[in-house]
C-alpha cells in the first residue's frame, strides 16, 4: 500500500540561492523516549525495537540508515524512524514501562547545504558552528531567532538539519531566506 | 553578553536560559497545618541578597532541565552551576559555608 504524502507545514519549499540551499524534509516519523538510557533494560528495547544501541554521548546523534537517534537530555532521546511511530510507541511504554511518545507532527525539519550555511545558522544561533566546536554527529538543542531549534551536523561540506516546531517553521525559514541575502 | 554552563550540555549562551528565583526552597510538608502568616513566607518571602546567591536555571531552548547554579547578584560571576541532586559547591571565601 502507498503511504499517503502527508503534509508539513512550509509543504516541501526550498531555498536555492548563491552558497546556500534549504529544503524542508518530507514528513518525518519522531518519536520522543524518555527511560534511563544507561539501563540494559532500554538498550534490549532499542536493539530490538531499531537496531540500535543506548551509548550516546551528550549532543550527539547516530543513524543505521532505518532510523536516526538524537540524545535530548540525560533522560530522553528523540528518533526519526521509517517505522510506524505509534507501534515503536506502544511497544517501548510496554517493554521499558516510561514514557514514549510520537511527536512527528510535532516540528518539521529543514536540511541546510552550502558554504554558507554556518554563516546563516549564526546569524540567528548563538552557538558556536565552527567546524572544531561542532562536529559530524554532534547535534544541539539551541535558539534561532525566537525559535527553538534542534541542529545537527550530517556532513563535512556542509549538511545541517534544523528541526523546528510547527508553529514557527514559517518564522525559521523566512529568517533563512532573507538572512541568505546578505551573509 | 555571558556565558553558562549547563550540567548536562555545557558552555552555552545565556540567552538560551531563564532564572527561576532563589534555590532550595522546600515545599512545606504540613501545608493543612500552616498559618497565613507561614504560607506568606514560603510563597513571598526570599533573601535577595547583595552578593552571593543560590538560585534555579532552566535550559529553556536547550536540554530543557532544570539546575542551580551559585551566582553573584553585583557582578553576575557564575561561580559554579549544579544539578539538583548535587551538594552544594561552597560560597567563594566564606570558608566553605554552603
Ligand atoms: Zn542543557
Known amino acids: ?183 | 553578553m555571558f556565558i553558562i554552563n549547563c550540567p548536562y550540555c555545557g558552555d552555552r549562551d545565556q540567552t538560551e536560559f531563564s532564572c527561576h528565583g532563589e534555590a532550595h526552597i522546600p515545599r512545606p510538608t504540613e501545608t493543612a497545618k500552616m498559618t497565613d502568616d507561614e504560607w506568606g513566607e514560603y510563597v513571598f518571602f526570599r533573601t535577595n541578597p547583595k552578593g552571593y546567591h543560590r538560585e534555579r536555571w532552566l535550559h529553556d531552548h536547550g536540554c530543557r532541565r532544570w539546575f542551580n547554579a551559585l551566582r553573584h547578584t553585583v557582578t553576575d560571576e557564575f561561580v559554579a552551576t549544579y544539578k539538583i541532586e548535587d551538594p552544594r559547591p561552597p560560597i567563594p571565601g566564606e570558608g566553605g559555608r554552603s
Not at chain 1, 546563516?120 to 552557538?127: E, Y
Open chain 1, 1 to 183: 500500500m502507498d503511504n499517503p504524502v502527508i503534509a508539513t507545514p512550509l509543504n516541501a519549499a526550498k531555498i536555492d540561492t548563491d552558497g546556500l540551499t534549504v529544503a524542508e524534509l518530507g514528513h518525518t516519523s519522531k518519536v520522543n523516549l524518555r527511560g534511563d538510557f544507561s539501563s540494559s533494560t532500554v538498550n534490549n528495547a532499542l536493539t530490538t525495537l531499531l537496531g540500535m544501541e543506548s551509548t550516546l554521548a551528550p549532543n550527539a546523534f547516530v543513524s543505521n540508515g532505518a532510523s536516526t537517534l538524537f540524545w535530548l537530555g540525560p533522560n530522553e532521546r528523540l528518533i526519526y524512524t521509517d517505522s510506524d511511530p505509534e507501534t515503536i510507541a506502544s511497544q517501548w511504554r510496554d517493554q521499558v514501562g516510561t514514557g514514549a511518545v510520537d511527536v512527528s507532527d510535532y516540528s518539521t525539519v529543514l536540511r541546510l547545504s552550502g558554504p554558507k550555511v554556518r554563516d546563516v545558522i549564526v546569524s540567528g544561533a548563538p552557538f558556536d558552528v565552527h567546524p572544531d566546536e561542532f562536529k559530524v554527529g554532534q547535534c544541539a538543542q539551541t535558539r534561532f531567532g525566537n525559535a527553538s531549534i534542534l541542529l545537527s551536523n550530517h556532513a563535512e561540506t556542509p549538511v545541517f538539519q534544523m528541526q523546528v516546531r510547527w508553529s514557527f517553521a514559517e518564522y525559521a525559514f523566512e529568517y533563512i531566506k532573507r538572512v541568505a541575502n546578505y551573509v
